[in-house]
């Protein structure tokens, strides 16, 4: 782990000597390569190493892997220098946060996540409502997180410990209400339905790179945070299960309906995000082992899915100057191999076979109606209407009659399809390894 660590200080500071991108990226892989080497080495222990102030289990170190993969993919893109260098501030502030043994460094790396977004949407962005998105993102992040640090004094004073392995077996009882507000931070941070409001602005009003990373790798904070709380407060968790199950389940069949009366391909792809994000949180509240792995396979799913759709739907931006649906109609006829490219992440986004998303799909249902059969009805709308707007947005950017007054040539380069298969690759080969989520 210090390794790792150590290497992504190194790719920092090389950021001043480096101009080639493809030399950065190199520079950036050869110091974390052993991570996915290191896959092989899983075993059935909870805590699979340590150290003095730093962990990881089969969830961090996958969403290690995440992170690595999706901000090394974000270091080939054309983009500002001061944006790279807060890519790998951010991409260093996650494995920090994944890898804290503290609950304080967990909450601190959890909260610095947050400035480099903040200051692509700030600098990226283009149009004055992006002011107006970042308000959104840190009021309802930073303020929703605030009972976190209050529950931490708590714990600190009546155990003198702030170390999640030591935490994790005692048995810590929560009052409701400081439970409950506690939750709200990382509900906000998936985010699910009624605490979604920021993340539709953010992702607007983001460049292509902020909503790569914000919906591959930071919305995952939220659903780790979930994690950490379950096995710190199991038996709060398993008492107010039946709530954010319900929650979850309702929410992610009334944001499919939205979905389907988006204009905006990008909000589109954004409000999907709160569909899976749902449905992860309600599996993973079940507690139950196939539950748990369907959660960390929807993560790694979802975001490769999600990345991936929000980089092409940037290129259909490109070359028809508009992200309206209508706009980009007939796109197929100009650009037959992306077209190729939107069938295969639109497939892979409705859970067809072999992505990862269907296999996530079935742990995740087979442990909701293990715990409630009266879940069939709402998962089979939620499965339906999931289909549905992801065949909606295939079907109506790439068919029907083009839009020439808008279409503006653009020759599609050989990076834009080499981005788009690092993100459809190992989506849809992951299946192979199925033994690496067999917690």
Same mark, same amino acid.
């Not at 969830?59 to 993919?73: E, P, T």
């Not at 009003?205 to 780790?224: F, Q, T």
């Not at 939205?258 to 569909?275: E, H, N």
């Not at 709402?378 to 295939?394: D, E, H, I, T």
């Given at each position: 782990m210090?390794k790792?660590?150590?290497?992504?200080f190194?790719?920092?500071?090389m950021f001043y000597?480096?101009?080639?991108?493809?030399?950065?990226s190199?520079?950036?892989?050869?110091?974390?390569s052993y991570?996915?080497?290191?896959?092989v080495?899983?075993?059935?222990n909870l805590?699979?190493?340590g150290?003095i102030?730093f962990f990881?289990?089969?969830?961090?170190?996958s969403l290690?892997?995440?992170s690595?993969?999706?901000?090394?993919?974000m270091?080939?893109?054309?983009?500002k220098k001061?944006?790279?260098?807060?890519?790998?501030?951010? /991409?260093?502030?996650l494995? &920090?946060?994944? $890898?804290s043994?503290? %609950?304080? @460094? #967990?909450?601190?790396?959890?909260?610095?996540?947050?400035?480099?977004?903040?200051f692509?949407?700030?600098?990226?962005?283009y149009s004055?409502?992006r002011y107006?998105a970042i308000m959104?993102?840190?009021?309802?992040?930073v303020v929703?997180?605030?009972?976190f640090?209050w529950?931490m004094?708590?714990?600190?004073?009546?155990y003198?410990s702030?170390?999640?392995?030591?935490?994790?077996?005692l048995i810590?009882?929560?009052?409701?209400? /400081?439970?409950?507000l506690? &939750?709200?931070? $990382?509900?906000v941070? %998936?985010? @699910? #339905?009624?605490?979604?409001?920021?993340?539709?602005?953010?992702?607007?009003?983001?460049?292509?790179?902020g909503s790569?990373i914000l919906a591959?790798?930071?919305?995952k904070l939220?659903?780790y945070?979930?994690l950490?709380?379950?096995?710190?407060f199991f038996?709060n968790?398993?008492d107010?299960?039946y709530?954010i199950i319900?929650?979850g389940?309702?929410?992610?069949?009334f944001m499919?309906?939205?979905?389907l009366?988006?204009?905006d391909?990008?909000?589109?792809?954004?409000?999907?995000s709160i569909?899976?994000?749902?449905l992860?949180?309600?599996?993973m509240?079940?507690?139950?082992?196939l539950g748990m792995s369907?959660g960390?396979?929807m993560?790694?799913?979802?975001?490769l899915?999600?990345?991936?759709?929000?980089?092409i739907?940037?290129?259909?931006?490109?070359c028809f100057?508009s992200?309206?649906?209508?706009?980009?109609?007939g796109?197929m006829?100009?650009?037959?191999t992306l077209g190729?490219?939107?069938?295969l992440?639109?497939s892979?986004?409705?859970?067809?076979?072999?992505s990862?998303n269907?296999?996530?799909?079935?742990?995740l249902?087979i442990?909701l109606v293990?715990?409630?059969m009266?879940?069939?009805?709402f998962?089979?709308?939620?499965?339906?209407?999931?289909?549905?707007?992801?065949?909606y947005l295939?079907?109506a950017?790439?068919?029907g009659?083009l839009?020439?007054?808008?279409?503006?040539?653009?020759?599609?380069?050989v990076?834009?399809?080499?981005?788009?298969i690092?993100?459809?690759?190992?989506?849809?080969?992951l299946f192979?390894?199925?033994?690496?989520?067999?917690?």
């Amino acid at each position: 782990m210090m390794k790792l660590i150590l290497g992504l200080f190194f790719s920092v500071g090389m950021f001043y000597f480096k101009n080639s991108k493809a030399n950065m990226s190199l520079i950036f892989f050869f110091f974390s390569s052993y991570m996915l080497i290191a896959m092989v080495c899983y075993s059935s222990n909870l805590w699979v190493g340590g150290h003095i102030f730093f962990f990881y289990d089969y969830y961090s170190y996958s969403l290690v892997i995440l992170s690595l993969w999706i901000c090394g993919c974000m270091l080939m893109i054309r983009m500002k220098k001061l944006i790279e260098f807060g890519i790998l501030i951010l /991409l260093l502030t996650l494995v &920090l946060c994944f $890898f804290s043994l503290n %609950l304080l @460094m #967990f909450y601190l790396m959890f909260e610095i996540s947050l400035m480099p977004i903040f200051f692509m949407i700030l600098y990226g962005g283009y149009s004055f409502e992006r002011y107006e998105a970042i308000m959104y993102m840190l009021l309802y992040t930073v303020v929703s997180s605030l009972p976190f640090l209050w529950l931490m004094l708590l714990i600190f004073l009546h155990y003198d410990s702030l170390m999640i392995m030591v935490l994790s077996f005692l048995i810590i009882q929560l009052e409701w209400v /400081l439970f409950l507000l506690c &939750l709200f931070g $990382f509900m906000v941070k %998936l985010p @699910m #339905f009624l605490f979604h409001i920021w993340l539709p602005k953010a992702h607007v009003e983001a460049p292509v790179y902020g909503s790569m990373i914000l919906a591959g790798v930071l919305l995952k904070l939220g659903s780790y945070g979930m994690l950490r709380m379950i096995q710190l407060f199991f038996f709060n968790m398993k008492d107010y299960s039946y709530m954010i199950i319900t929650l979850g389940i309702v929410g992610g069949v009334f944001m499919s309906l939205v979905c389907l009366i988006q204009v905006d391909m990008k909000m589109l792809v954004a409000y999907s995000s709160i569909v899976h994000m749902s449905l992860l949180v309600s599996g993973m509240m079940t507690m139950s082992k196939l539950g748990m792995s369907g959660g960390l396979m929807m993560m790694l799913a979802h975001g490769l899915c999600s990345s991936g759709l929000f980089y092409i739907v940037n290129i259909n931006y490109e070359c028809f100057g508009s992200r309206l649906i209508h706009v980009n109609k007939g796109s197929m006829n100009i650009y037959p191999t992306l077209g190729m490219f939107w069938f295969l992440l639109c497939s892979s986004n409705l859970s067809a076979p072999i992505s990862l998303n269907l296999i996530s799909e079935v742990f995740l249902l087979i442990s909701l109606v293990s715990w409630s059969m009266v879940l069939i009805i709402f998962l089979m709308f939620l499965c339906f209407l999931s289909a549905a707007y992801s065949l909606y947005l295939f079907s109506a950017t790439q068919h029907g009659q083009l839009n020439t007054k808008q279409w503006k040539f653009k020759n599609i380069t050989v990076m834009n399809y080499f981005m788009l298969i690092m993100h459809w690759v190992p989506l849809n080969f992951l299946f192979l390894g199925l033994e690496m989520f067999s917690l």
